[in-house]
């Protein structure tokens, strides 16, 4: 019983950081915040232009100039976005685990397929006969069959 709820408290410790998100966040916020701002700057780059006639060589320059800026934020704040779903998804699979060892028995007397789907991520079974379980967190078993 000891080591299911040393499992489980370590198991919340990473939901608990899976599920802060406030540096992403924050990230996110500051990309947005350049994109808008280089929005702005092709806005006044173009207002000058057409008030001012300014070089065109210039104007074709800065405006490439935003346009790379722009891209680069913009593909920033989607892998940010994606970063941040994948720890919210992964912190909802870690929790739904908790849950899991909290409610199971300490010995299973029918077979648990959402237990085995949940604890096993990979059965590799050998032409020599061994099996290897791999486990969510990367721990494995060899069984001899």
Same mark, same amino acid.
């Given at each position: ?8 408290a370590?198991?919340?410790?990473l939901? !608990?950081?899976?599920? +802060?998100?406030?540096?992403? *966040? ?6 947005? $915040?350049?994109? $808008?701002? %280089? ?13 001012? &006639?300014t070089d ?10 935003? !346009?790379? /800026? ?5 593909? /920033?704040l989607?892998?940010?976005?994606? +970063?941040?779903k ?7 699979e #870690?929790?739904?685990? %908790? ?7 300490? %010995?299973?007397?029918?077979w ?12 590799? #079974?050998?032409? *020599? &006969?061994? #099996? %290897?379980?791999?486990?969510? &967190? ?8």
């Amino acid at each position: 019983m000891a080591d299911r709820e040393a499992i489980a408290a370590d198991c919340q410790l990473l939901v !608990d950081e899976l599920s +802060d998100t406030s540096a992403l *966040d924050a990230k996110i916020t500051a990309t947005q $915040e350049e994109m $808008e701002n %280089v929005v702005t700057l092709n806005k006044e780059l173009i207002r000058m232009q057409a008030a001012k &006639g300014t070089d065109r060589a210039e104007f074709n320059r800065k405006a490439a100039e935003y !346009d790379e /800026r722009f891209r680069k934020a913009e593909a /920033r704040l989607a892998r940010l976005q994606a +970063d941040r779903k994948r720890n919210l998804a992964r912190c909802a699979e #870690v929790r739904s685990f %908790v849950n899991a060892i909290r409610e199971q028995p300490l %010995v299973l007397e029918e077979w648990d397929e959402q237990l085995w789907k949940i604890m096993v991520s990979q059965l590799t #079974v050998y032409s *020599d &006969g061994r #099996v %290897v379980f791999t486990f969510r &967190g990367e721990n494995t078993i060899t069984v001899m069959a």
